[in-house]
T-cell receptor, first 115, second 114 residues
Framework: GAVVSQHPSWVICKSGTSVKIECRSL??????MFWYRQFPKQSLMLMAT?????????EQGVEKDKFLINHASLTLSTLTVTSAHPEDSSFYIC???????????FGPGTRLTVL | GNSVTQMEGPVTLSEEAFLTINCTYT??????LFWYVQYPGEGLQLLLK?????DKGSNKGFEATYRKETTSFHLEKGSVQVSDSAVYFC?????????????FGTGTQLKVEL
């Protein structure tokens, strides 16, 4: 399957700062990218779906002004958590899908801790 | 809306034991069903899938059958190995292939001991 990387793998930041997480599709043209959030012992919750060159579609209850998603190319999407607060601490996972839409390929995740 | 319920873990088994991880779902229409596996430090990987009722997905000795009458997609393996230790997620998509929006269960951690 396709290889998806995320950077950083973990980050600790102070409350009020912004954090950017990158998701790269290394060997695959990702027309669609998904961003998930996972709390301990809970399922992955889809935050938003983005198509290359288009604005992201956010799930109900997800603040689009707080979680900025940019999908500028077929290999890169970024998630920026703006003015982070401790309640934003979580595990963020991206996945990619191609035009055929048959499968998603997942990144290893980014652990965000906001102090 | 769609939802997936799977048994809580951790599940601890001895090597060569039989494995069952239960998964039931709620969805409208005819969803596709998936099992993903997450090994320590890695991203989720598709383990197997089934796209219509009575289909059986299989891979690496794991099997799951799409049971519409019981809305279930239980994961089974006849003889587990230590290398099967991972977290297993059941998921569904209500739009065909797994490249579309997925709804996940909470995950079940499997530990296999010698």
């Amino acid at each position: 399957g396709a290889v998806v990387s995320q950077h950083p793998s973990w980050v600790i930041c102070k409350s009020g700062t912004s954090v950017k997480i990158e998701c790269r599709s290394l060997d695959f043209q990702a027309t669609t990218m998904f961003w998930y959030r996972q709390f301990p012992k809970q399922s992955l919750m889809l935050m938003a779906t983005s198509n290359e060159g288009s604005k992201a579609t956010y799930e109900q209850g997800v603040e689009k002004d707080k979680f900025l998603i940019n999908h500028a190319s077929l290999t890169l999407s970024t998630l920026t958590v703006t003015s982070a607060h401790p309640e934003d601490s979580s595990f963020y996972i991206c996945s990619t899908s191609g035009r055929a839409g048959n499968e998603q390929f997942f990144g290893p995740g980014t652990r965000l801790t906001v102090l | 809306g769609n939802s997936v319920t799977q048994m809580e873990g951790p599940v601890t088994l001895s090597e060569e034991a039989f494995l069952t991880i239960n998964c039931t779902y709620t969805a409208t229409g005819y969803p596709s069903l998936f099992w993903y596996v997450q090994y320590p430090g890695e991203g989720l990987q598709l383990l197997l899938k089934a796209t219509k009722a009575d289909d059986k997905g299989s891979n690496k000795g794991f099997e799951a059958t799409y049971r519409k009458e019981t809305t279930s997609f239980h994961l089974e393996k006849g003889s587990v190995q230590v290398s099967d230790s991972a977290v297993y997620f059941c998921a569904l998509s209500d739009r065909g292939g797994g490249g579309n929006k997925l709804t996940f269960g909470t995950g079940t951690q499997l530990k296999v001991e010698l």
